[in-house]
Every structure is written in structure tokens, then in C-alpha cells.
């Protein structure tokens, strides 16, 4: 036995809830070997946690990392995406900008207790590096569109640079590659059911989409094939087992029917979603149907922070909003949509997503002795509408800590702030000229 | 000069929200003297704020802090209410659970930047104390209302309870008694006119109410006076300057145009409404009308925490949706919401909610060193969707330090905590055996 965390409050979130009051977990190399109550096994290090919640860590199933040097632009400006961000990603996303804005994300993803996170954006190897380099694990998807993006000018080149990524991991332990379609619109219908083929080939490599998020999709949609978006997905064979659709804010009962019956799954944004004043996703009603929701902070432009702390309280309040009651998204299904569910959605709940012997040891220490915490009549409620990132105390991932006492093990902070920093400078220089010329 | 501040970054939060980037403020006693940019004047003691932020206090316009001790008790229970809180509140509420609760309020309050709070709950004086010797500002209701409430059998009673509360603190710095109606429906015309009138002769003394808060408010009003609660409080004559109405979720266009012209002001609880499935209040159509509307945490039960920041993003995020736009409810005006308009709804407005000369020196100290608040392109919007209580250093009320460097200088925290852990331990055993006679 390599290390034993003993004293710990443990939450498993396996699929019965299982909770051990004092518990212990083992840990060899990687992987969880065992976990229990009472006296823990003996032989090997032990580490006492004090009392403390462990849980696994936390699945972020949909991020734009790059984006923190975006945090904060533009808020309230309804024209934004055209007046900043395509000029900004144009003129100045480059691999320096992708790795500087990614190590940023996953520094304050590990500090609030993000073990791991699927990101979709550009130079998406770099992305890679970046989480292989931070220790946590991560799925990474290379972004194609027909908008010019940063990385390619023609979808062939696109393709070319995920075919590079996917050999780039193969068989990675914590990286997986993946190809992502930017949304319907972006990609149309060929494009679509060219990747879906590639797809077919590569079977290791989750498809990542934007799907039914906008009143502007719905209108291209029903202009282009009098479908609505998931439709068209369907129709290029794109709607199949293990899609990870981001947002499904507009989707009819018979598109949920349908995707429940392809095996998709949804990365839920509630704050990004409500924030573009775009509305709420129906997680209940596709919970109800057995599709898999994890919850997603989406990219630090459209959500701000990267923790799921701050997305628990809105996934939660949105579902009672739209069911008039206080009962819907009971708090222990928002945690379960964090942890075992989010792994599901990225097609890893074999391996992570519940401390359970055999699952790699991916957890999450927390302190609940900040006065905001107390009492704890119901731990999931704490977690859920009280908690924050600045609780977590210890990350592990991989039976590597990656955070201990708040301290980061794997990133040099001050020099990810500063690097971050500079680039968020010449970004505010262009803003400027953009203002200028505008105004 | 007692006291200048210097090297900070400071947001006034005045009208013109005046900001001054390398800023100083001098205070002499508890009063702002004055404020500027540059060299600041010499003589008196200096402290460097690091280039933090510095900006006014928070003024969170409705609370039960009692309420701390019943957080996340039945959460996601419809009939909580009746189930837990009316047993426990009638059983269990005395003086000392309201200091116990209350004071881990204040606690957590002071650690979120929280410096004036107006609260309504019962043994009021007790808050008052707690309030006092916590070195907070604070207005305290005496709640009035037709159920067995803990402190008073009939309205009589509550109305001696409300004298000997406006008594002890006449004249007093910092806290303001206030009498408390608890709704429409729970006291009725006849006692809110006889309210209205005790309170004309006491001009000193606020009133709060929770009012258009529910549909079986609604219907209760409908069936009785064949009205909207908003008409049956101003036929009962309490719809006047100055009243601070709790929630008004339920408010039509013709309600609104008259609490402007009565001079009504609201406070907005968005956490707790979304989290009842209740429904978002119309704020943005209020403030339209001119009706001052402050933010506010409602009681701990309800909304969980008591700081601002967790109701920021809520409060914007819920008007966008109304909106279906990105641009309603931008970032400053959140954070006026928090600060200059929560005290115009208090009627504090002339003292506190903004750093001017002659104001009361009530103010906060943010870092922005945490890697989720970084880059700031818009101070604003990184307090609004990005800032958490735990990034207030220091606090300030009246001139005096409430809080160094996170430690809370005014309350004893441990004994505060373990005061609080006993109670919620008894509650508990009630808890226990409420829960083994329903099963």
C-alpha cells in the first residue's frame, strides 16, 4: 500500500451515494485499491486528513481554457463576439497565447478542485501540454469552423491538425484527443458527416459539438433544412453514442427523445447560457430520459470562473425556476452531475468520476470550517449552495497530489500569472484601437 | 488626520461612480474626510493597501441572520416550512439561539465584506447586541405576525417588544430599530394600518415587510380584499416613503408605478426566490420606475450565504434571462445595487454606501491577486462574475477595523463557531424526532 488518507469524511459519490463518516481510503500508484470505515489498513505511508470531505474531483465537461486572457471583455456588450473576440483570436491567438491562457485555466481549475476538464479551442496541442505539464487530465479538442480561425484556414487543414493531436496522445494516461465541430452552423452539414466517418475510424476520440444554443441556430437551421439543430446533426450522422453536446438549450421533446435513443450527452453551461441572456437548458427533462448531464463552466469569457462551486448554486436554482418548486435538481444530483455523471458524459466513468476501488485516484480534499459552512445538516447542500474553490484544500489526481494546502505542486504560479498577464496586455492595447475606431 | 489610506485602487461607488486609480482616503475618527488621487496628504498615521481595491462596504438590504443555524436544513423539501422551521422556531428559538445565530451571521458577514445589514426576525434586541458589539451597522426588526411566532402571542406583545427594541437603541450609531410586519397575510389590514400609524409617530423607525413574495399570497389577497398584495398594503396605508419591501416578486405594472410614486423601496433576495422555485423579480422594470432596489441574501435558510458576492451574479444572470439579452443589468449597476442603492433602500443613503467626504468610513479592502480574478479588463464585472468573500482582506465600519488581514477583530471566532455547533447539535435531536413521528 503506497499511501492510506485516513479521518477523512467520504463522500464516494458512487452510483448508490455511499459515505463513509471516518474513512480511509488506499491508494497504489494510481489507483484506488480499496476504501472504507473504521481502522484502516496498516503498511505504507498514512496521511491523517483531519476530519476534512474527501470526493472525487471534480469533471469539467466543457471549457474554452485559453479564454481566461478573455475573462471579463466585453460583459454586457451584446456585440462583443464580432467587435472583440474574432478579432482578438484572429490577430492574436497563437500557440504562445494558448499555452499562456490554458496553464492559467489550470491553475485555478486545480486550486478549485477541477481534476478534470474538456476543453474545445485552437493550437488545442499546446492545451494538451498544458494539462499534461499541470498533472491534471483532460480531454482536448481541436476546433473546426468555417469561420477563420486562428490555426486553420480550410477544414482539410483542420483535419490535419487533429490527425496530428490524436498521434500527439495515443494511448496517453491522462490526455485523450478529441475533434470538435464547432456548432452546426460553423460546420454545415458535409463537414459534419466527414468528421462523423473520421470519427468511425477513430474510435478513442470523443466528438465535441455546440449544440441548439442560440435563437440564430434555430433560424439557420429551419432557413437551410426546415430542421431544427439537432436534426441536422442527426442527418449528418454526427448524433451517435458518446457525442458531448455543449449547451441543448433548444431542444424539443422529440430531439431529447432522439438523442436519449443515440446515447449523446450534454455538457451543461447554466451561468455561460443565462449570462448571454440565451435561457435554461431543460436538465431535468433530459435527466428524465436517461441522457447523461455534466456540468460545464464553458469558457472564462462566457462563464468567468472554472470551478464548479460557481456553476452548483445556478444549475440548481435554474431547475427550480423552471419547475415553480423547490424540490427539482435535489442537491446531491447537482454534486452527482460534477463528479460521476460529468465522467460519463466524457465517456470515462469506468475510470474516474467516484472513489471506488479500481478507479484511478482522482480526489478532492475540502475544509468545512469556514463559518459560511456551518452547520452541515445535509453535506450536499453545503457543497452545493455554501462552498467555494477557496475550500479546497488538496488535489490528487492520478494518486499524484497536485495541490496541497492550497499550494499548486505542478504550476509555477507567479510565472503563469505573469506570462498571462503580459498577453492580457497587448490584448487591452488592441481593445483600445478597437474602441478607438469605433467610437 | 487620524488615518490615510494610500496605494489603493479605489471604486466610490458614488453617483458619478467616480474611481481613482492610485488612490488614498483620510479618515478622521469615523468619518471620511477626504479622498483623492496622487500624493496624499501628510500627518497621521498612513497604511499601504498594497494597490488593492478599496471600495464602500456592503450593505445587504434583508437578512435573518438568526437563520445561520437552520442552513441547508430540508433543503429541496417542499413542506420545510411547516415540517421543520415553524416546530423549531416555536420549540427552540430563545435569546440565546438568536445571539448564538446571530452572531455567526455577523461573523460571516464581516468575512464577506459585508458592513451594514438590515435584519428582521424575532428577539431583536438580542440582534441588536450581537450587531453592537460586532461593530457592524445594522437595522434590526422586531417581526409582528399572526402565527405562534417565538417571542410574542399576540400583536400587543409585539408591539411592547418593538417600543422597549426602539428604545434601547434611540439615538444609537450604528444600529437602527425597525418594526417588522411580517407579510399581508400574516398580519392583515387591521394591523398593518395600526403599523402605519405607530410608525408615523416614530419617523426614526423603518419598516420592513416581506410583501408579493408568493402565489398564496397572491390568492390569499385575491380572496380577501379581491386584490394584489402590493394594493392591500396600501390600503392598509403602509405603502409610504420608505418602506423596504422584501422580495416583491409578484408586482404588476400598475403595483410598480405606485410603489414609485409612494416611494417604496425593495429588496431583492434572487438566490432565495430562484431556490423556492418562486420566480425572478422584476428589477429591472422597478429601477426603471425609479424604486431603489438593493441586494440581499434573505436568511441563511433561504439563500444560504450572507455575503454579496454569491447574489451578484444570480442578480444579473436572472435579469439577462428576462432580457434574453447579454446587456440588461450591467456589472456597475449590480454593484451599485450592493453598495449607494442598498442604503438609499435602508434610508442610509446620506451616511453610507459610497466613499465621499463627510461619509461614514465604512469600507472593504479586495485583493485581486487570485488567479480566477485575473486578467481585469472591467473591476466591475470581476466583482460581479468572478470575486468571492473570500478575497475581502480588510474591513472597516465607523473607522474602525472589523477585520485585519481575514481575521475577524471584533468577535471571538472559535466561540462563536462552538456557540453555534451546540444549538444546531440540539436542533438536530428535534430534527431526528420530527423526522422518526412523519416516517
Known sequence: MSLVLTNARILTMDAGLSEYANGWIAIEGDTIQALGEGTPPQGGETLDMGGDLVMPGMVNSHCHMTMTLFRGLGEDVDDRLFRYVLPLERECVTPRTVAAGSSLAALEMIRGGVTTVADMYYFETEVGRVIERSGMRGVVGQTLADFAAPDHKTFDEGFALTQEL???????????ASIAPHAPYSTDVPVMARIAHW?????????????????????????SYGMRPVQVVDKAGLLKPGLIAAHCLFVSDADMDRMAEADVRVAHNARSNAKAGRGIAPVEAMRARGIPVGIATDGPMSGNTLDLFSQFAPVSMFQKLLGNSRKPMPACEAVRMATLEAARVLGMDQRIGSLEPGKQADLIRISLDDPRL?????????????????????????????MRDREVQTLEAPKVVADALQIAGEFNARIVEIDRRKA
Open 166 to 176: 490524436a498521434e500527439m496522445f495515443a494511448g496517453h494516461p491522462r490526455v485523450t
Open 199 to 223: 470519427s468511425h475510424d477513430h474510435p478513442d476520440v470523443p466528438v465535441q459539438i455546440h449544440m441548439a444554443e442560440m435563437v440564430s441556430e434555430n433560424k439557420w437551421a429551419e432557413k
Open 374 to 402: 456551518l452547520p452541515v445538516y445535509d453535506i450536499y447542500a453545503t457543497l452545493v449552495f455554501a462552498a467555494m474553490p477557496g475550500d479546497v484544500r488538496d488535489v490528487m489526481v492520478a494518486g499524484r497530489w497536485l
